[in-house]
């Protein structure tokens, strides 16, 4: 009996699973666009390179954990440098 259901309980397990996943990765997109807004706002608020910074900075530290970002702080202020003409 086990046998003859195998293909059915097999995509259905597949399905379910994928359907699991999708919400999943939803929720960590919409996590990733809130932490995102909140660094437009921190960023907002200054006026100048070194505020941006400490702005960076603090928005790192809060949210560095919940991101599981795999760069260090320095790391990503540099690379975002990095893509500018700018020399720091």
């Known amino acids: 009996m ?3 259901h195998y ?6 397990l597949l399905n379910h699973i994928r ?4 919400e999943i990765e939803e929720d960590i997109a919409r996590s990733h666009e809130e932490k995102y807004a909140m660094l437009e706002d921190a ?9 941006l910074k400490v702005a960076f900075n603090q928005w790192y530290s809060d949210h560095a954990d919940d ?4 760069y260090e ?12 003409d700018l020399d720091f």
């Open 7 to 12: 293909d059915i309980v097999k995509q259905a």
């Open 67 to 70: 991101l599981e970002l795999e």
């Open 43 to 51: 960023l907002e608020n200054a006026s100048d390179v070194d505020e």
């Open 73 to 84: 702080i320095e790391e990503l202020w540099e690379n975002a440098l990095s893509n500018t």
């Open 19 to 22: 359907e699991v996943f999708e």
């Open 2 to 4: 086990m046998e003859e």
